[in-house]
């Protein structure tokens, strides 16, 4: 990908939606009547308890149930959640901006939902950081904070955090499965560290999004929606599917069960390893 494909890719991922806590005001008009559904996706989730899809957006978190195809709101908030991850069974963490009716700070820090997301709490940074990644795995959480360009990263569930430096603004970042200190991140470049960030070597490859569901099977995302894999940590790069469009978010719940949301909110899923691709939702 050329230097205007990178700009167009960060740009994207990092800025659209990022307008700190404004949404659209439609005078005279319901709250009910104005929600206009899971767009402008900053992040995908599933709850492992029951397998449902969670859909975080520029205006709230949203559900798609087993089963169905809609989303629909959960509880009554609107922050924009602009960093998320599902940290276990009912456990929701996330960042970004309060809802306008919240009395909080403009920056989020870390905040916590332990009832599928109804309701939030913060646990830190609040007022300190603006995560736009966002990555829990076992009692790590790491969080690519925007406003400092730093590195975050917590081994007790996001209580406490260290602070580190990336080797560039970082698109994205994934966590070994079976080691929380072993990452790789995205930027122009893909980037590799075995010491929870301490220290980075560059691996290659192009900006992308990426899912790392099991040891040997690490898959990306490119702007164009193009999804490959890799059995060697993003060192070669076979070529598979393509999800039909730009990628705003993606994971990989499995190596064989892989989501991707579209910047309409159009949630797609392929259930043979990023060949092939369906629609999991619309908005």
């Known amino acids: 990908m050329n ?80 960093g998320f991850s599902v940290a276990g069974p009912g456990r929701l963490l996330g960042s ?15 905040i916590e939902s332990t009832d599928g997301g109804r309701t939030w709490e913060p646990l830190s940074l609040l007022g300190e950081t603006d995560f736009h990644v966002l990555r829990a795995a076992r009692s790590h959480v790491y969080g690519f904070d925007s406003t400092s360009g730093q590195l975050y990263v917590s081994a007790d569930r996001g209580r406490t955090w260290k602070t580190r430096v990336p080797p560039e603004p970082l698109l994205d970042l994934v966590v070994h499965p ?36 099991a040891a040997k099977t690490l898959y990306r995302v490119v702007g164009s929606g193009e999804v490959s894999a890799s059995d060697d940590a993003g060192a070669n790069w076979r070529p598979l599917g393509s999800i039909g469009g730009q990628p705003a978010a993606f994971i990989a719940v499995s190596p064989q069960e892989l989501y991707a949301a579209l910047h309409d909110g159009t949630i797609k899923v392929s259930r043979d390893g990023g060949r092939s691709w369906s629609i999991r939702s619309r908005p």
Not at 24 to 40: A, I, S
Not at 96 to 110: K, V
Not at 190 to 197: C, K, N, P, T, V
Request: aromatic share 6%; charged share 20%.
């Open 96 to 110: 970004g901006h309060p809802d306008l009716r919240d009395d909080l700070p403009p920056l989020l820090g870390l």
């Open 178 to 213: 079976d080691r929380p200190t072993s990452v790789l991140a995205a930027a122009s470049v893909l980037y590799r560290s075995d010491d929870a960030g301490q220290t980075w070597s560059a691996v290659g490859g192009e900006p992308a999004l990426l899912a790392w569901p």
């Open 3 to 82: 230097r205007a494909g990178i700009t167009v890719l960060l740009a994207v991922v990092f800025l659209a939606g990022c307008g700190g806590n404004e949404e659209p005001k439609f005078e005279g008009v319901p709250l009910e009547q104005q929600d206009p559904g899971p767009v402008h996706v900053h992040g995908l989730g599933i709850d492992p308890a029951d397998g449902s899809l969670f859909i975080a957006t520029h205006t709230g978190l949203f559900r798609v149930a087993p089963g169905k195809r809609k989303a629909e709101r959960v509880g009554d908030r609107r922050q924009d959640t602009m």
